[in-house]
């Protein structure tokens, strides 16, 4: 470790964590926007000694998205940092509360992603503090809605990528320490099945039966799985028909789509489309909704190079990690910038009641950013 950077966190080790259990305390439900923009609020006016332009992006269904922008530099590279503000965790879900036992810190979002906004704001400040912020122009995107799909915020995050070399986001690191190279695209789909309602018993050749077309429809989507090429689909929810003695009137599947390459997320989407036209039951009607949220985050050589570079900085091997789950560094990865992602802190269990951080991973990550933004 830096000898510099090793006293500056010794020093400062009960700040950091007392910032820590501050922000995993504020309840950031993606569904309370007061909770979000009190973490927003809190995240600028850490920020604001270090000179950043503020801009808020307010909204009212949601929480605001903000965006930090340091002085620009002739010369030097010029970065974007990737946070969010939101968590999963509803105001009554019972786990509001930080707490540390032994070497491990729990709490709502403490790993996803309250301990990589914490890697952040620590690195910039202890770099700010030592004088070692060498010219460094960067914008930091602090969104409302990643857990929620990003749909407001796509648009800003893209807009903050244009012109940028290399991309950092803050999602937990893997369980080895690795960095995020490579993430699936992810699409979510509605089909909406209309058929006619008749009495079971007395009428039953007068019905059209949706939910009879939803069981065809069902296997049809079952086989567009492609497991080699990394392809899932997932009908993770059905319902139709209104009782036992009646032909179902109207039946509805939900689908999640997961995939590596764009090509597979295109020949998805059409063979749903073909499917949804399909009339396997006659005189049923079916509508297909929803679209590919998120592209795929694909692995390219800029990526390798860029990884190479971090572990030369870091001065041992940082290994690589490919993830089923998405991020908002798919947007900007999908642009061509340069992007890694996991340099949040180490953990588990994200999304549940016992998530929970690695104590060292937190300083260790703080570590590892300062000195590759000291020597980019």
């Known amino acids: 470790m830096n000898p510099d950077f090793q006293s500056y966190l010794e020093q400062h080790r009960q700040e950091i964590m007392d910032f820590l259990k501050t922000l995993v305390e504020i309840n950031s439900f993606s569904g309370n926007p007061s909770g979000v923009n009190r973490v927003g609020k809190m995240l600028a006016d850490f920020l604001n000694p270090m000179g950043v332009e503020q801009t808020v992006h307010e909204r009212k269904e949601i929480g605001s998205h903000y965006r930090f922008t340091s002085p620009s530099v002739q010369d030097g590279a010029k970065l974007l940092f990737l946070v969010h503000l939101d968590t ?67 648009s800003l995050t893209e807009a903050a990528a244009s012109g940028k070399d290399y991309a950092f986001c803050f999602e937990c690191g893997g369980s080895n320490g690795e960095l995020v190279t490579a993430r699936k695209g992810v699409g979510t789909f509605v089909i909406d099945i209309e058929g006619k309602a008749a009495h079971a018993g007395n009428s039953y050749a007068r019905g059209i039966d949706a939910n009879g077309e939803l069981a065809y429809k069902l296997l049809a989507v079952r086989e567009l799985t492609n497991l080699e090429r990394g392809t899932t689909v997932n009908i993770g929810q059905i319902k ?8 179902s009137p109207s039946a509805q599947m939900k689908i999640d789509l997961r995939f590596e390459e764009p090509a597979e997320g295109e020949r998805v989407f059409r063979e749903l489309t073909r499917i949804t036209q399909t009339s396997f039951v006659t005189g049923s009607q079916s509508v297909l909704s929803g ?27 940082i290994p690589k990690e490919r993830r089923g789950g998405v991020s908002d560094a798919n947007f900007t990865a999908a642009l061509g910038v340069p992007t890694l992602d996991g340099f949040g802190p180490l953990g588990r269990n994200d999304h549940t009641h016992n998530e929970y951080l690695l104590l060292d991973s937190l300083f260790d990550r703080i570590e590892l950013l300062g000195k590759i933004l000291s020597a980019i």
């Open 240 to 247: 139709g028909g209104i009782g036992a003695n009646t032909i």
């Open 291 to 317: 679209k590919i949220q998120r592209p795929v985050m694909v692995e390219t050589e800029d990526t390798r190079q860029f990884l190479t570079r971090i572990s030369e900085v870091a001065e041992r091997p």
């Open 88 to 154: 999963v965790f509803p105001e009554d879900c019972g786990f509001t509360q930080f707490r540390v036992d032994g070497d491990k810190a729990f709490g709502p979002g403490v790993i996803d992603m309250k301990g990589g906004i914490v890697v952040l704001c620590f690195a910039l400040k202890m770099l700010h503090d030592l004088c070692l912020n060498h010219p460094l122009e960067y914008t930091i995107m602090a969104v409302s809605d990643e857990e929620i799909g990003s749909e407001d915020s796509r």
